[in-house]
């Protein structure tokens, strides 16, 4: 099939673009490498928009979280990873996650079903000299189309470490010692909690510090981690309680075998819909395999448990892309081209998907001669992209999550609270009156 747009990667940001595209008219060819017997080392099937890390899309409180603000916004501009989140969603209290494999799964079907859309199961290994194309290969991008990357650019991407939750499976975890509740009983009683005293906590923190590690190469010997997706034993060495005021903080937690919040806890999230498989909050780790499962079965109530996959560490590659982007996601060496997704520098499964939804319309505007305007930065589509853009500081550009420090402040004093509900009410104002001008 002759195409409008050559799409390369069939992750979340590229399927989303290609959703976007297709949907409107245009011809699409969405290029994968996994289905060629080639996987990155976090992927584990073949399957687009397969989640590698964690379940969870976050907050969904689109009133006071600026994540949730920005499921608000996709699903006002006909995401397909947020309807696939919705009809593949787990119980998480106020966030939402979902099944990984029926959520990979309704992305496919939804791209199966556009006959104007192709997908082809190959490596590329170049960016193509002509025609236009978005990159959307994520943070583990194949070497030879990374190093084509770097010969355009000029510049060495920027890289990161990322790590991997483990996730156990459910009859194997002893419902006798843990129990399941939200914090502050908010939700539906939606996480296992495993509850610690402070003589087993002591003992985990230290076993932490003293577990065997992945070893670094000596190329990744400076390679920074992000903020945002810590190794469980990196935040113990922070100090011993950094835990407690992290992941494995009680408050809000009462033990109904003592009434009382615990010295500390290790929560579990749901993972599928079945819910017999469940995630580790928050302990992504850099620790070996067989030093995992000795120290995890000393958690309470998690002395039996069997691993559906144990916690893993890659390297995560991205541009610097307030230098080498221009406003519309464009290489500025090299405008027919578009990045989208991780590998612009933003982080997390919402903002890669958002930041493909808008590199697809980008797209489909200069496809259909029209002007493109941006939402507004008081958005969090227009905030995130603005950031990624050029309103980062591009000496120390940093993988980031959306958040209200990146959108314009707020006048006045006022509570904290009171000023999320500012922001987020003003967003949407601005992002309605955005797309009824838009003609998207």
Known sequence: MQYDVHIIGGGLAGSEAAWQLARRGFKVRLSEMRGTGERS???????L????????FRSDDHENNAVGLLHHEMRGLGSLVMAAAAKAQVPAG???????????????????????????????????????????????T????????GAATGAESLAFFD???PIVYHDTIDMDVAWKASRWDKGEKDYINCPMN?????????????????????WEANTPYFEGCMPIEVMAARGVDTLRYGPMKPVGLDDPRTGRWPYAVVQLRQDNKLGTIWNMVGFQTKLKHAEQVRLFRTIPGLENAEFARLGGLHRNTFLNSPELLDRQLRLKGAPHVRFAGQVTGCEGYVESSAVG???????????AGRQWTSPPRTTALGALLSHITGDAEAES??????????????????????RKQVYTTRAKADFAEWIAAAAL
């Open 41 to 47: 080392p976090a992927h584990q099937t073949d399957a």
């Open 397 to 418: 550009y940093q993988p980031m999550n959306v958040n209200f420090g990146l959108f314009p402040p707020v006048e006045g004093k006022m509570k904290k609270a009171s």
């Open 163 to 165: 790590a991997i939750a």
């Open 49 to 56: 928009a397969e989640l590698v890390c964690s379940n969870s």
């Open 357 to 367: 939804l808008i590199a697809g319309l980008m797209a489909a505007a200069e496809l």
């Open 142 to 149: 194949a070497e030879a189309l990374a190093h084509s990357i």
């Open 94 to 140: 106020s966030a939402l996650a979902v099944d990984r494999d029926v959520f990979s799964a309704e992305v496919e079907a939804a791209l199966a079903a556009l006959p104007n859309l192709t997908v082809v199961r190959e490596r590329i290994d170049v960016l193509p000299q002509a025609g236009l194309t978005i990159v959307a290969t994520g943070p583990l």
């Open 198 to 218: 402070q003589e087993q906590y002591l003992a985990f923190h230290q076993g932490l510090l003293d577990g065997e590690k992945t070893e670094f190469r000596e």
